[in-house]
């Protein structure tokens, strides 16, 4: 993360004497990324974070997934999937997936287990509907429209307060904001889109108490269900540039110019070899002779994911797109606004629009539950007058 922050109680100077009010040292564990080379963070818990008192295979139910072929442009619509209510977690349901990321959808009504991701990030997405995410850090409240990135490896649970729903875009590394929208040194440039202010963080430590808690654990050999001889959310302070944080979509501060600008200004993080843009009400080009809706792209070295999530999208009008709709535009496919959208948009002064567009460097599979929500027409649609 850009800047440290610090929460609870902790030693004046790092790796020293800590004591607990009984005597005894608290137990530090520096949670850092890239060894230890990058951002990091000290946590000083009241109990080792090493003991565990079991450890089992948990055989994750999954899905298979196969390629976009025949080559096309899709359509799914999460708000038909057949799946009941579960937890933000186990019940999480893969839509699109790659070797770098996999992007799912979470209808929760339930706490989920305490999960810890040690394949990478996680950037969630809220739909609909507020929860608050328990953590080693502490706690955030989030609601429709946040974001929240939760670092690798880092233990929490996500408790919904009533039905939400969750896009959620799993990683394999770390996701951030994009490198030239911070300064050497890891400060948010003043052309960036959003800054310091705008990102929430744990403002203090749980201090939950508890003996042989289960954590579920997703690793690079599958999932391990672990038990802990105590809480992990024993953590009496933390300090550092590491941990979960929220930021508002409706924070992102659009870019706007006097012909249409290029998806790049959109972007509100990056992952490996993917990026996350934030398409929000903005005014629009002002050239004019401008046409405000994009042109019609081929995105050679990408594949471009659009999750709907509100507002009117005036390009696609007429494609099917509704609330909760995920539209998949591969690479060697050259797409662009639906018959009639550029003649429409000519004079518009502003957009209300709301989606969250993944560019992906590498092909993204459609996992099973994907394809059971797929409008088989949208490929088609183009071809409308």
């Known amino acids: 993360m850009p800047y440290y922050r610090t929460a609870g109680e902790i030693p004046r100077k790092r790796h020293t004497q800590f004591r607990r009010p009984d005597g005894g040292l608290y137990a530090e564990e520096l949670m850092g990324q890239e060894g230890f080379s990058s951002d990091s963070s000290l946590l000083y818990h009241r109990y ?4 565990i008192t079991a450890a089992e295979v948990y055989e994750h139910p999954g ?3 196969t390629p976009n072929l025949p080559l096309k442009p899709r359509h799914l619509r999460t708000h038909k999937l057949g799946a009941g209510p579960a937890d933000a977690v186990l019940g999480r349901i893969p839509l699109l997936a790659n070797g770098d990321v996999r992007i799912g959808y979470a209808i929760a009504d339930r706490p989920s287990p305490l999960y810890r991701n040690a394949v990478g ?3 969630l997405y809220i739909e609909e509907g507020s929860a608050t995410i328990e953590t080693t ?5 989030v609601g429709a429209g946040d974001y929240v990135v939760i670092p690798t490896s880092v233990v ?3 408790v919904p307060e009533g039905l939400v729903r969750i896009l959620t875009i799993e990683a394999t590394g770390h996701i951030g904001p994009p490198k030239r929208y911070l300064s050497v040194r890891g400060q948010f440039l003043e052309h960036a889109p959003y800054c310091e202010r705008d990102q929430r963080a744990p403002v203090a430590p749980l201090q939950v108490d508890g003996e042989d808690v289960e954590v579920y654990v ?3 050999a599958g999932w391990t269900r ?3 001889a105590h809480h992990p959310f024993d953590v009496v302070g933390w300090d550092g540039c590491l941990y979960p944080w929220a930021f508002s979509i409706h924070d992102f501060e659009p870019i706007t110019g006097r012909v249409h600008q290029p998806p790049p200004v959109h972007q509100t993080f990056e992952g490996p070899n993917f990026v996350v843009c934030s398409f929000v009400p903005r005014k629009v080009d002002y050239h004019p002779l401008a046409i405000p809706v994009p042109y019609n792209h081929h995105n050679v070295d990408s594949d471009e994911m659009m999750f709907y999530t509100g507002g009117n999208y005036e390009a696609r009008r007429g494609s099917g797109i509704e609330q909760g709709s995920i539209s998949l535009h591969p690479s060697g496919f050259t797409h662009g606004p639906q018959p009639g959208a550029v003649e429409r948009a000519i ?3 502003a957009f209300d629009e709301l989606a969250v567009m993944v560019d992906t460097f590498r092909p993204l599979d459609l996992c099973d539950a994907g394809l059971s929500v797929e409008d088989s027409g949208y490929a088609w649609t183009w071809n409308r007058t």
């Open 48 to 51: 080792p974070p090493t003991a």
């Open 63 to 65: 899905g298979g997934q």
């Open 121 to 123: 990030d996680e950037c």
């Open 137 to 141: 850090f502490g706690a955030l409240s």
């Open 156 to 158: 929490h649970r996500i």
């Open 218 to 220: 997703r690793h690079r």
């Open 226 to 228: 672990h038990v802990y």
């Open 347 to 349: 004079g518009a002064e």
